[in-house]
């Protein structure tokens, strides 16, 4: 009798620990990703460019470029710049602006990419997904997994307290964002792929449920984990729905709407997600997804990211115009102006100052 499996699309290589970094020459020596030791590393002006002095001799046929943010222009003129060198990888180090864009860039010229990241504040860092700024506001681009992810957390220790907590709003938003699935599976037929959202909603339930803080190892390492099985379920599903619902919605009719004034992605999405949960009449859930994000210094209320209540009604109004076609808790209820204000002022009593 025949066995019947599917293949998973996956990193090769998942190292995850502290001085990981000692080790990348011998990750990128693997020659299912360099047989000649012929690298581009793309790094910032910040985090990265201060490894390079570290990791250079451990690389010699590396060529180093620096990305100056992260926009799709500057992703098309890394990959401009790759493109004549004859590399066997790409190597991404540093934050999430510059794991999307040497990620954009990789799969442009057809390349690997190992991602290295410097900090954990979002999903993005093993994801299909490049999120990239462009002239139209910020956009989403499809591209490969990371051949390789390699997240050394004493590096992430030194990274900005900030950018590690926003991680964390982003791998609970799972939840939220699960329970939108599994709404349009209800209301629309829609097909849930079990795999992806087993992995998703597990990932978010072990940050969620994790009783250290940032300063703990045991935590970080239970976070990164997390943020790569997200990119992994989106990658299994084909769709970034295993981790983006009205939690994203949200996140993005911020970015939408206030540009210059948006908080960190994970943040966003975290105090999206318990909202969203609010929304759905899982009330205690909301309750103690918002005590988590507090105890970990994450908002729950706009006003914590400089946005008033009026202001939020009108993300939360705009939020379905973010994701034509997709199914959320928002498309479902399609609550007028006064319905929001109502049901906010609702969460916002229910979940305490």
Not at 52 to 80: I, S
Request: aromatic share 6%.
């Amino acid at each position: 009798m025949p066995v019947l499996t599917r293949l998973i699309p996956s990193p090769v290589v998942v190292d995850i620990r502290p001085g990981a970094l000692d080790d990348l020459g011998g990750v990128l020596a693997d020659e299912r990703i360099s047989h000649s030791g012929k690298l581009a590393v793309a790094v910032s002006n910040g985090s990265g460019a201060r490894l390079k002095e570290r990791l250079a001799p451990a690389l010699p046929g590396a060529t180093w470029y620096e990305v100056g943010g992260g926009t799709l222009d500057d992703a098309v003129r890394l990959a401009g710049a790759i493109r004549a060198g004859h590399y066997d990888a790409v190597v991404g180090l540093g934050g999430g602006k510059i794991i999307d864009c040497a990620k954009f860039a990789s799969a442009r010229v057809g390349l690997p990419l190992v991602a290295v990241p410097t900090n954990l504040a979002h999903d993005g860092l093993c994801s299909p997904v490049a999120t990239l700024d462009n002239d139209a506001g910020r956009g989403s681009y499809g591209v490969p997994n990371p051949i390789a992810v390699v997240i050394d957390l004493d590096v992430i220790h030194e990274a900005p307290a900030r950018f590690v907590r926003a991680g964390i709003g982003d791998a609970i938003s799972n939840i939220s964002a699960i329970a939108d699935w599994e709404l349009a599976n209800r209301v629309n037929g829609e097909k849930i792929d079990g795999l992806a959202a087993a992995i998703a909603r597990q990932a978010g339930e072990a940050v969620l449920r994790h009783p250290g803080g940032i300063g703990d190892t045991g935590f970080l390492q239970v976070l990164a984990e997390a943020l790569v099985l997200s990119g992994i379920a989106m990658s299994v599903s084909g769709d970034s729905r295993p981790s983006s619902g009205a939690c994203h919605e949200i996140n993005h009719a911020f970015d939408l709407l206030f540009p210059q004034r948006a908080a960190a992605h994970g943040e966003q999405c975290g105090l999206g997600a318990a909202f969203a949960m609010y929304l759905r009449g899982a009330h205690e859930e909301s309750a103690f997804m918002a005590e988590v994000l507090r105890r970990h210094g994450l908002p729950v209320l706009p006003e914590e990211i400089g946005f008033t209540d009026d202001e939020f009604v009108r993300v939360v109004e705009f939020a379905p115009q973010t994701r034509p076609g997709r199914y959320t808790i928002l498309e479902h209820l399609d609550l007028t102006t006064d319905q929001i204000k109502d049901i906010y002022a609702d969460y916002v009593k229910a979940i305490g100052s």
